[in-house]
């Protein structure tokens, strides 16, 4: 790791400066919102405490008492199957003397003890005993109120999600439009979806924003230099790199709540490069795809290839299946958590295959993944730099292109050519917005309309 | 689950081999280290078989209770799970101009050790052992990974006498403590 602390960085910065840090008028952005420290604690409390922040999925929790380890922004939680099989998340603090409860990533517990003095907790986290209770405590310890934080848990076709927030809409009001576009990964077939099990982590010293960015909005790099090798990688070798022309029908979209996707239509042979012949096979012919024809409609069985961050740091690529949270560790540091998804009713050969490929492709040595962690953290470490960070970054692509209104008919607050940056303009103008908004009263009065749509 | 023919060979201590086979086995380990070091991947990729598998599962923490489970299995996901062919196109990636993340280079450098030949017949070996990556780039980014192999090797009749079946590599860490693994084990 080469990125040191921020220690260039200044204080805390007034509502007024935040909201000016995208300027979207002249299509310029504040880097400094991918460096600074306090700006960084703000988001843990007004974004990662507030929003809904996906914890895996269900098929990786399927028996009671079967738990997975994740995070809330920095906050670690233990994610546990209960016997009616609901999901509980709670903190994984010991409200003792703040040890973690939980120490392993994953596996099947009947209880949970804390190390440090044996604080005991069933599986849903309710403290339930503690040693030597009536001789220590006297008998007064009131367990019902020192069990650790609670979340909120829903589910949305399978992936799970968490939220600190009372006061925080419901997560079916909170996903809103981006749920149609969850829905080319989530919802092909009538059984769903289930996960490859095993998640891989790994680190890329870079903000988080980086990788949301990318994943909301940035076809660009992959129609340009960034994924060229990759492509290399996935052609056969009697084809001429040059031939496969990068994909140019699709969409850029802006979603309400920060939310942003990106997609390609009709254009396989991008999907060919990446998931291999079978699985392409698989997608764009035959009876699966005649369901997805069914359940989806026309026009989001085309798409090829859907690339889209929940906000803040969910992000999957449709159709590739690969689905990631960047969990962040500072403004200089993020942890990739990443797992593949399969459709449930797909055959094991298709599954196999899947699986492989979003491993060559989209992990830590994913032959197209490699490149994106190289950029994203050489651009960290010359914003270490104090004149760097003074600089502002150009956000004006696409933005003559921008219009309300979907030729698809698909839903989002505004649309663009698929290589613009019109989702990345509203995910940040949205940060900047949510960032200054002292509660979810305040969240909801943000004025969400697109000023390029106006 | 894991490696049923490995288990089974280390379940005691492998009766030693020849001399001559030992330095044999290690000398190709070497020498296929040497390659990747100096970037010759060409031929390294020369010394895979076309039946390769290629394989790194994931390792993730576990209660002693459940060690077992340590590592994803093969319908699991992996850091690796490549064959012959996508090593192929691995290949092109790394040698093309455009490789980003190994151009400019890393500077990669493999220490073997613990090497324990235990033969399943004349032409297949099974072959285990530890290996220290050390990879540097850039201008001060700095990697070290530790691992476990478990290679399979068949005799061929080329120069290197070997080539290599199946290697399944056993890292470490969990969580990957580098930006990517754009290089090879
Ligand atoms: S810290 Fe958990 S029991 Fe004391
Ligand atoms: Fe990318």
Redesign the pocket.
């Known amino acids: 790791m080469n990125v040191k602390a921020n220690v260039g960085a200044t204080g805390a910065y007034s509502d007024a400066e935040i909201l000016a840090m995208i300027d979207e008028k002249n299509g310029k952005f504040d880097p400094k919102i991918y460096v600074d420290e306090s700006l960084y604690r703000l988001e843990l409390e007004r974004i990662f405490a507030r929003t809904w922040v996906c914890m895996g999925h269900e098929s990786h929790i399927p028996n009671s008492g079967d738990f997975t380890t994740a995070y809330i922004g920095e906050d670690p939680v233990v994610v546990v199957r209960q016997k009616d099989a609901s999901i509980r998340v709670f903190l994984n603090q010991?409200q003792?003397?703040?040890?973690r409860i939980c120490r392993a990533d994953s596996g099947n517990a009947k209880a949970f003890t804390?190390t440090?003095?044996?604080?005991a907790y069933n599986q849903g986290g309710d403290l339930v005993s503690a040693p030597m209770e009536k001789e220590a405590f006297g008998g007064c310890l009131n367990k019902a109120e020192w069990g650790p934080k609670q979340a909120r848990v829903e589910t949305y076709k399978g992936l799970i999600f968490a939220n600190w927030d009372a006061d925080a809409p419901g997560l079916d009001e909170y996903l809103g439009d981006v749920k149609f576009y969850m829905d080319i990964m989530l919802d092909r077939c009538e059984a769903g979806t289930e996960a490859i099990p095993g998640i891989q982590k790994w680190v890329i010293p870079c903000n988080w924003k980086f990788a949301a960015e990318q994943f909301a909005s940035d076809a660009y790099h992959a129609g340009t230099t960034s994924h060229l090798s990759g492509i290399m990688a996935g052609v056969p070798e009697d084809v001429d790199i040059t031939q496969v022309a990068p994909p140019t029908d699709g969409l850029n979209v802006h979603m309400e709540n920060g939310h942003g996707c990106g997609l390609f239509l009709r254009n396989p042979m991008f999907y060919m490069t990446i998931v291999g012949p079978k699985v392409t096979e698989y997608l764009t012919t035959g009876p699966a795809y005649e369901e997805a024809v069914r359940r989806l409609g026309q026009g989001r069985a085309d798409v090829n290839l859907c690339h889209t961050n929940v906000f803040p740091n969910l992000s999957f690529l449709a159709g590739i299946n690969t689905v990631r949270m960047w969990q962040p560790r500072g403004p200089n540091e993020i942890e990739v958590w990443t797992f593949t998804l399969v459709d449930k009713t797909a055959p094991q050969e298709i599954k196999d295959e899947w699986r492989r490929h979003t491993s060559r492709t989209f992990s830590a040595g994913g032959v197209f993944e490699q490149d994106d962690g190289e950029n994203w953290c050489d651009i960290q470490q010359v914003l270490q730099g104090h004149v760097a960070q003074n600089q502002k970054f150009n956000i004006e692509m696409g933005s003559h292109t921008v219009t309300a209104d979907n030729p698809e008919g698909f839903p989002g607050l505004s649309f663009a050519y698929t290589y613009s940056e019109e989702s990345a303009r509203g995910l940040y103008r949205y940060w900047t917005q949510i960032m200054t908004a002292p509660d979810w009263d305040a969240i909801r009065r943000i004025d969400q309309r697109p000023l390029a749509a106006e | 689950m894991l490696d049923d023919t490995f288990k089974a060979a280390f379940e005691s201590k492998p009766k030693a081999v020849s001399l001559e086979l030992q330095h044999e086995v290690e000398q190709f380990l070497y020498w296929e280290s040497k390659l990747l070091t100096d970037r010759r991947y060409k031929e390294w990729f020369g010394l895979l078989a076309e039946d390769l598998h290629y394989w790194m599962p994931i390792r993730s923490t576990k209660i002693m209770r459940e060690v077992a489970q340590e590592y994803t299995d093969e319908q699991g996901f992996a850091h690796f799970d490549d064959n012959w062919y996508t090593m192929k196109g691995r290949i092109r990636k790394i040698m093309s101009d455009v490789g980003w993340s190994e151009n400019p280079a890393s500077r990669v450098r493999y220490l073997i050790g613990n090497v324990m030949v235990v033969p399943e017949n004349e032409n297949t070996i099974n072959v285990v052992s530890a290996s220290m990556v050390y990879r540097t780039r850039q201008e001060r980014q700095l990697d070290v990974f530790a691992c476990e192999r478990r290679d399979v090797l068949r005799r061929v009749e080329t120069e290197a006498g070997f080539e290599i079946v199946r290697r399944t590599i056993l890292i470490d860490q969990s969580t990957i403590l580098s930006n990517n693994l754009s290089f090879f084990f």
């Not at chain 1, 003792?96 to 040890?99: A, E, K, P, Q």
């Open positions: 010991c003792h003397r703040g040890m804390c440090y003095h044996g604080w």
